[in-house]
């Protein structure tokens, strides 16, 4: 299993404003994942990150308000550039087991409100 | 098209058994995950389907049917700690997670 440390765990944020979040693993992982959950919903996946090359942006997120940096194999972080209210949810962390299940192992989430 | 349907909300009394179901279409499967997600904490690993059948562990169960895009899990003796959303989720290979919205159980005592 992986163990995965995410933080700031929350933070109250003013809109214009950015708030970078970090995902620390305690493995070496290939593929690194953000997620965003906005209240009441499920899980959306906002880009997928590998080390060594940009990271790959599902429809609807783009890089200038989501710029994500993967500097090693147990490393990311993402930015939530020019915060609005909408911005407010949980961004969790994900990482792929690296096993035949192929189990996703999330960290603690940061839960974002923007005022 | 993507689609993961499950109940949105269901209520049991401690002690009882509880199901809850889940149809899906999706392009591509490779397995079915069921999360377990605390309000204002990550989701935690319940179980995982690939092949038809009941996967039982300890008070949880999962039963899939590929065939018929539908899986299930299964709560016995339900606690008040139970009560948490539970996410239905497919796995289309490649790193692909679709989730499901997600089903909030509260258990009564």
């Known amino acids: 299993s992986a163990v995965i440390s995410q933080k700031p765990s929350r933070d109250i944020c003013q809109r214009g404003t950015s708030l970078t979040i970090q995902c620390q693993v305690d493995?070496?992982?290939?593929?690194m994942f953000w997620y965003r959950q906005q209240p009441g919903q499920s899980l959306t996946l906002i880009a997928t990150?590998?080390?060594?090359?940009?990271?790959?942006?599902e429809s609807g997120f783009v890089i200038d308000k989501f710029p994500i940096s993967r500097p090693n194999l147990t490393f990311s972080t993402l930015t939530v550039s020019n915060m609005s209210p909408e911005d407010s949810s949980i961004y969790l962390c994900?990482?792929?087991?690296?096993?035949?299940?192929?189990?996703?192992?999330f960290g603690q989430g940061t839960r974002l409100t923007v005022v | 098209g993507q689609n993961i349907d499950q109940p949105t909300e269901m209520t049991a009394t401690e002690g009882a058994i509880v199901q809850i179901n889940c149809t899906y279409q999706?392009?591509?499967?490779?397995?079915l995950f069921w999360y377990q997600q605390h309000a204002g904490e990550a989701p935690t690993f319940l179980s995982y389907?690939?092949?038809?059948g009941l996967e039982e562990k300890g008070r949880f169960s999962s039963f899939l049917s590929r065939s018929k895009g539908y899986s299930y899990l299964l709560l016995k003796e339900l606690q008040m700690k139970d009560s948490a959303s539970y996410l239905c989720?497919?796995?289309?290979?490649?790193?692909?997670?679709?989730f499901g919205t997600g089903t909030r159980l509260k258990v009564l005592a």
């Open positions: 989720v497919c796995y289309s290979g490649t790193y692909k997670y679709i």
């Open positions: 999706t392009s591509g499967f490779n397995g």
């Open positions: 994900s990482v792929e087991a690296q096993a035949v299940n192929t189990e996703a192992f």
């Open positions: 389907n690939v092949l038809d």
């Open positions: 990150a590998n080390q060594g090359s940009e990271a790959t942006y």
């Open positions: 493995s070496q992982v290939t593929m």
